[in-house]
């Protein structure tokens, strides 16, 4: 099984910083690996997937990066409705997520 | 507009079986390439994906769970269930249906609000 290493654990910034979030394959996924967000009582929202590209509707602010083992999220200008919790997950060898990264305020 | 809904009992026993149903709407399970998955996040956790049932029919389950998984699809109720035996008090768990396809990487591009399921007697 394929486990993701997401650090920060929790990531405290403020509206208009830049926010970079980690996430370590313990072998390699390729580019197979995708970012979520996550709000309290919702669904994730899928943010990037294929290590860089935004998914539909997601704005130019979220940027994604790597290949192999070792990948970042990006979020160029912390807007309010950034604060959430965000999980990688690779799918080159069935389904597995990081534990997330809380980005708070 | 894709939406998806789970629904199911709340609370359950241990040792009973537990059936979540997905409810899903502006897609079809029979188009080409279309997977829904079911994916639980045990409170405060990460996300575990659990099972995944194809356009095709066919059916995928994690290899740690999947004596205790069956999923199913009606694709004119456009639903997709779950039943899970043998519940015991470490799958007390947000439950979630999403859904993905093939065409587009096979990753989890909508995904339902979940509905909790807490474990105990």
């Known amino acids: 099984e394929v486990v993701l290493t997401q650090s920060p654990a929790t990531l405290s910034l403020s509206p208009g910083e830049r926010a970079t979030l980690s996430c370590r394959a313990s072998?390699?996924?390729?580019?197979?690996l995708a970012w979520y967000q996550q709000k309290p009582g919702q669904g994730p929202r899928l943010l990037i997937y294929?290590?860089?590209n935004r998914a539909t509707g997601i704005p130019a602010r979220f940027s994604g990066s790597g290949s192999g083992t070792d990948f970042t999220l990006t979020i160029s200008s912390l807007e309010p409705e950034d604060f959430a919790v965000y999980y990688c997950?690779?799918?080159?060898?069935?389904?597995?997520f990081g534990q997330g990264t809380k980005l708070q305020i | 507009q894709v939406t998806l809904k789970e629904s199911g009992p709340a609370l359950v026993k241990p040792t009973q079986t537990l059936t979540l149903t997905c409810i899903f709407s502006?897609?079809?399970?029979?188009?080409?390439?279309?997977?829904l998955s079911w994916i639980r996040q045990p409170p405060g956790k990460a996300l575990e994906w659990l099972a995944r049932?194809?356009?095709?029919?066919?059916?995928f389950y994690s290899t740690s769970l999947k004596s205790r998984l069956t999923i199913s699809k009606d694709t004119a109720k456009n639903q997709v269930v779950l039943t899970v035996t043998n519940m015991d008090p470490v799958d007390t768990a947000t439950y979630y249906c999403?859904?993905?396809?093939?065409?587009?990487?096979?990753?989890?591009?909508?995904w339902g609000q979940g509905t909790l399921v807490t474990v105990s007697s």
């Open positions: 294929d290590a860089s």
């Open positions: 072998q390699s996924v390729s580019s197979y």
């Open positions: 049932i194809d356009w095709d029919g066919h059916k």
């Open positions: 502006g897609f079809s399970l029979n188009t080409r390439g279309m997977r």
């Open positions: 997950q690779q799918r080159n060898d069935w389904y597995t």
């Open positions: 999403a859904r993905s396809l093939t065409i587009s990487g096979d990753y989890f591009d909508y």
